[in-house]
């Protein structure tokens, strides 16, 4: 299965694994299936870290490369395909970060995994649901 991470989980499965649901976390380390990030999540990631939502450490960048190698992620590059395939389909929000995000899983015929209920009814794509979980704002270290 390939398998988009939408933003926050990627930083969960970072932070730590066992803030995921088992059936997520089996998926994600089946070397079977595929695990893709969207260029738009990056982005995200680092305006969290600027507004001090989470403090990654040593800094954006390095955090960033250490999730990304630690998890195994495929990046998937923000397209004009992607930019258009966003304004095609109807969500209940309109959050950039998550339309891009959506719009990547279609594209690409990628399944999103997110535990964002809105994302989840977006038509057209399929979803993995993973449940909630809380985390601190404390620094987020990827070793």
Known sequence: MRLLLDTHVI???????????????????????????SAVSAWEIAMLAERGRVELRPDVERWLAKAVAGLGLHEAPLTAAIAVESRRFSVPTEDPADR??????????????TADAALRRVPGVRVVRCRAARVSRKALVVR
């Open 11 to 37: 930083v969960w499965a970072a932070a730590d694994a066992r803030r995921l649901d088992a059936k997520v976390a089996e998926l994600l380390t089946d070397s079977e299936n595929e695990c893709w990030m």
């Open 100 to 113: 891009f995000i959506a719009a990547t899983a279609r594209v690409h015929g990628l399944v999103l995994v």
